[in-house]
């Protein structure tokens, strides 16, 4: 198929399947997800179109090149440069395949987002060869028309004021709708060891409450003493993600609690007759699983109470939150402008909506190649590749959340970055492909500090919350 066919088709797709895209009004389910209501079928018309005539051809897959591409010199311009398109943005992946029967992402709404307000796209030197390319005005002020209205009907809280109520980061609700009978079974198997196979770790050994769901390790220590080769994500807020584990091998908080007790190096169990023999054996905490699973003890029971219990582990009222909702005086001025550097360097592009993250796959070596420059492979670099087995998703990992971020140091994937200061700048070098300087990152730094929120009347590591 030529691109100018998979442009055509991908534009009825676009017209056909992502009207949702503008969809007037939401709600929020027990799981944090969205459900959709009718779309405005006009307004993504509108951007379709656009899409599929400026942006398409440089940001899909199966390119024909242009004729000029054969020139001596200029062909391995033009493959890197489409090369680099896919990368940043794959549109038929965002906004077709993935978005059939669901909003377009938060994620691809921010980056399109960015580059409409900082004039990134097209390049200048390709809209110098391509004269019609440029996006006009008038299409900027379509495209950001409905990225505000898509972002109000799917993915904001409710809970911004109306002058913080497009932001790219919304506010954390206070809860989540959740079954308090199963949420409680899952609170105590959650720190029950005996989902291990010797029956010295639980969940929260490598996922502690007064380390902000985290174990501040580079790799956590399971079952005899093992260690694994990837650094341990938090549970706080863990339900707003889209997948779960940095290579989204996990769809949801269920599947996702099911893997490390059966993980070898892990938590090490053999299969859950071998966990349900032992929790059989409590007679008390067998009666209450009973009383709320009829059919007793199952491997499917023990993962959905355990995911129910999950979904309380959200971490609202940050002072940043407290802005969001218009408290003016909950931020600094420098702590404000850090939000705006954060935006500038394209951070929140990434790291969005509720959760500052969760929402996307990205290449850790998206500008420059982190993995030579970090040397020592390791497995665990595949990122999405690992699950996928797809060449294309090598080195893409799920952009981790930064809710409480100042507490759940070391950093990265690899666990190998110790200091906020540090990840700021190999993200800017690596992600962005800017250099940020050493004042901007202060002030980046200064606004993360404002994302640690409250969890069980406290502040999360442990302080009382002012009353």
Not at 152 to 179: F, I, R
Not at 275 to 291: P, R, Y
Request: hydrophobic letters at 35%.
């Amino acid at each position: 198929m030529t691109i100018r066919s998979m442009m055509l088709a991908a534009g009825g797709l676009l017209i056909a399947t992502l009207m949702t895209g503008a969809c007037p009004a939401e709600s929020m389910a027990a799981e944090g997800k969205t459900v959709l209501t009718k779309p405005q079928m006009e307004k993504f018309s509108k951007v379709s179109d656009i899409v599929l005539d400026k942006c398409m051809a440089c940001h899909s897959r199966d390119y024909d090149l242009p004729f000029y591409a054969k020139i001596p010199g200029i062909k391995s311009i033009i493959e890197k440069d489409f090369r680099d398109g896919l990368r940043a943005m794959d549109l038929n992946a965002e906004l077709v395949d993935a978005a059939r029967d669901k909003p377009v992402s938060e994620a691809t709404l921010a980056k399109m987002e960015w580059v409409i307000l900082n004039e990134t796209m097209p390049p200048a030197k390709f809209t110098a060869v391509h004269w019609g390319s440029r996006v006009s005005n008038e299409d900027e002020k379509v495209i950001l028309d409905w990225v505000k209205e898509t972002r109000a009907a799917h993915y904001a809280t409710g809970l911004a004021s109306p002058a913080h109520a497009n932001e790219p980061l919304q506010p954390l609700p206070d809860k989540l709708p959740v079954d308090a009978a199963k949420a409680a079974l899952g609170e105590k198997l959650f720190s029950d060891k005996r989902l291990s196979g010797d029956n010295t770790l639980s969940c929260a050994s490598c996922h502690a409450y007064d380390k902000a769901g985290t174990d501040n390790s580079r790799f956590s220590e399971g079952i005899r003493g093992q260690f694994g080769d990837i650094n341990a994500p938090t549970a706080f807020n863990a339900v707003f993600n889209v997948k779960q584990f940095w290579n989204g091998r996990a769809a949801d908080l269920q599947e996702q609690a099911g893997g490390p007790p059966m993980n070898p190096i892990e938590m090490g169990s053999k299969d859950w007759h071998e966990i349900i023999a032992k929790l059989a054996n409590d007679a008390e905490f067998t009666a209450a699983f009973k009383a709320v699973f009829g059919d007793g003890w199952t491997g499917d029971n023990i993962t959905n109470a355990i995911a129910e219990y999950e979904k309380t582990l959200i971490t609202p009222n940050s002072r940043f939150d407290k802005w969001l909702k218009g408290d003016d005086s909950a931020i600094t001025k420098a702590e404000q402008e850090g939000y705006e550097r954060f935006k500038q360097y394209r951070c929140s592009s990434c790291h969005v909506g509720k959760s500052v993250g969760g929402q996307s796959f990205e290449y850790m070596d998206l500008k420059k190649d982190y993995f030579a420059d970090r040397g020592s492979p390791l497995g665990s670099d595949e990122g999405l590749k690992g699950f996928t087995g797809k060449g294309e998703d090598l080195h893409r990992f799920k952009v981790p959340n930064l809710r409480n971020v100042e507490l759940t140091a070391p950093y990265m994937h690899d666990g190998t970055v110790a200091t906020l200061d540090e990840a700021v700048r190999i993200m800017g070098v690596y992600l962005s492909g800017m250099d940020i300087p050493q004042g901007d990152r202060d002030l980046i730094v200064g606004f993360l500090r404002t994302l640690t929120g409250e969890w069980n009347g406290k502040r999360v590591g442990g302080t009382p919350v002012e009353k």
